[in-house]
């Protein structure tokens, strides 16, 4: 499986990005998307992950109410819409990806990894 995360830059507080992960090569409808973040200094964390059956989604308690995660499966995308950006969100932001129909969003049950894209919020 392979994963191509894009959409990061610089953004002024309060303001929105949208995060897209493309996955290819995968052989199974059954993948749990998800993104995580490693901020400089700090574990990497999951941040919100969407499942393969019935787009369940899982949000960390500090994105409640301003991140969106979503999936277009005809485009074997996922996006996360992040709004109200805040400095504490900047952090290299990383899509991982799962065989399974469980939801669950943490870094050790993940089996693919792309490579990240910088999300840097500061006025």
């Known amino acids: 499986v392979q994963l191509q995360a894009s959409g990061g830059g610089l953004v002024q507080p309060g303001g929105s990005l949208r995060l897209s992960c493309v996955a290819s090569?995968?052989?199974?409808?059954?993948?749990?998307i998800g993104w995580f973040r490693q901020a400089p200094g700090k574990e990497r964390e999951g941040v919100s992950c969407i499942s393969s059956s019935n787009g369940r989604t899982y949000y960390a308690d500090s994105v409640k109410g301003r991140f969106t995660i979503s999936r277009n499966n005809a485009k074997n995308t996922v996006y996360l819409q992040m709004n109200s950006l805040e400095p504490e969100d900047t952090a290299v932001y990383y899509c991982?990806?799962?065989?399974?129909?469980?939801?669950?969003?943490?870094?050790?049950?993940?089996?693919?990894w792309g490579k990240g894209t910088q999300v840097t919020v500061s006025s």
């Open positions: 991982a990806t799962a065989y399974t129909t469980d939801l669950f969003c943490f870094t050790g049950g993940m089996d693919y």
């Open positions: 090569g995968f052989t199974s409808d059954y993948l749990l």
